[in-house]
């Protein structure tokens, strides 16, 4: 019972991480239809004031990435982006080459909790769990790894949003979690961090 279950989060994180793979080369446009939202990307001057957001932070750099120490080897993925999908969850992706066959690939997610009406994702720390999950590809291998360990269990660790600029469209945060396969083989993800644009 136990190896179905590890198999089908194996296919689950794969599936996911597929799906962000083809979201970086084929990015689609969700408009979002939280009308807060909507409001602070039409209007940059009504969100997040002067420091976390609104129209200064940022940086200069033209250049987007996502960046960690993978068992203490510093690791980019330099193709990436950011999407809020229609309930507004926060979709963060990332791969390292253009090759469909040899890459690896990163995905970190926040899931609001529509069942409380949760507020829109500001920034703030988010603790792995049911609402925010982080996830590995090794492609060439088809090895995965997920902050995700069994339904009830998660890898301890958090992703924390510390800007959302609504002028440049752009995110800036920093994670850390231990991903583990479905062989209960772990990875350590240190010192992550992440500068990308959304959609």
Avoid at 16 to 37: A, K, Q, R, Y
Avoid at 94 to 106: E, K, L, N, P, Q
Wanted: one cysteine or more; proline letters at 5%.
């Amino acid at each position: 019972m136990k190896k179905k279950i590890n198999m089908n989060y194996k296919q689950l994180l794969f599936t996911i991480l597929s799906f962000v793979f083809l979201f970086i080369f084929n990015s689609c446009n969700v408009e979002p239809v939280d009308p807060l939202l909507s409001i602070q990307l039409s209007n940059p001057s009504s969100g997040g004031g002067t420091t976390g957001g609104g129209t200064t932070g940022g940086g200069t750099t033209s250049t987007y990435y996502v960046r960690a120490q993978v068992d203490g080897v510093q690791k980019e993925w330099n193709m990436c982006s950011a999407q809020f999908d229609s309930n507004l969850n926060l979709m963060i992706s990332g791969a390292d080459s253009a090759s469909s066959t040899d890459y690896t690939a990163i995905s970190l997610s926040i899931v609001r909790d529509i069942s409380t009406n949760a507020p829109p994702i500001a920034t703030g720390v988010y603790p792995l769990s049911f609402f925010a999950n982080c996830g590995f590809l090794i492609n060439s291998t088809n090895d995965s790894y997920s902050s995700t360990y069994d339904p009830f269990t998660f890898s301890p660790g958090n992703i924390t949003i510390t800007q959302i600029d609504f002028v440049n469209k752009t995110i800036k945060g920093t994670f850390s979690f231990i991903g583990k396969n479905p062989s209960l083989v772990t990875k350590q993800f240190t010192n992550g961090e992440f500068f990308v644009n959304y959609l």
